[in-house]
Nanobody, 112 residues
């Protein structure tokens, strides 16, 4: 009964910003670590960022450090991925993962 729903994707120009949201239900959200993945067309699924259950530890791939930030709201059961300074290489479907469940993804497209 774990359900995760991503939202906030869209089309943006290089250098623009988007804020992705992942809402979780059916599990103890505040006790769960949250992970973001992405998959570009024709490429393998790529780990992007993760926040531990207490929101104290954040890890992310080197290419997005300084541009992406993670936060979570345990009252609303939402984790956010704030993406600034977007580049065409960030174009992908972004997925969140928690408690053994996946969301269906949200499309991010960055134009040149």
């Amino acid at each position: 009964q774990v359900h995760l729903v991503e939202s906030g994707g869209g089309l943006v120009q290089t250098g623009g910003s988007l804020r992705l949201s992942c809402r979780g239900t059916g599990f103890a959200f505040y006790m769960s670590s949250m992970t973001w993945y992405r998959q570009a067309p024709g490429k393998e699924l790529e780990w992007v960022a993760e926040m531990n259950k207490e929101g104290r530890t954040t890890k992310m791939i080197e290419s997005v450090k300084g541009r992406f930030t993670l936060s979570r709201d345990d009252v609303k059961n939402i984790v956010y991925l704030q993406m600034n300074g977007l580049r065409p290489e960030d174009t992908a479907v972004y997925y969140c993962f928690a408690s053994g469940g996946w969301g269906q993804g949200t499309q991010v497209t960055v134009s040149s």
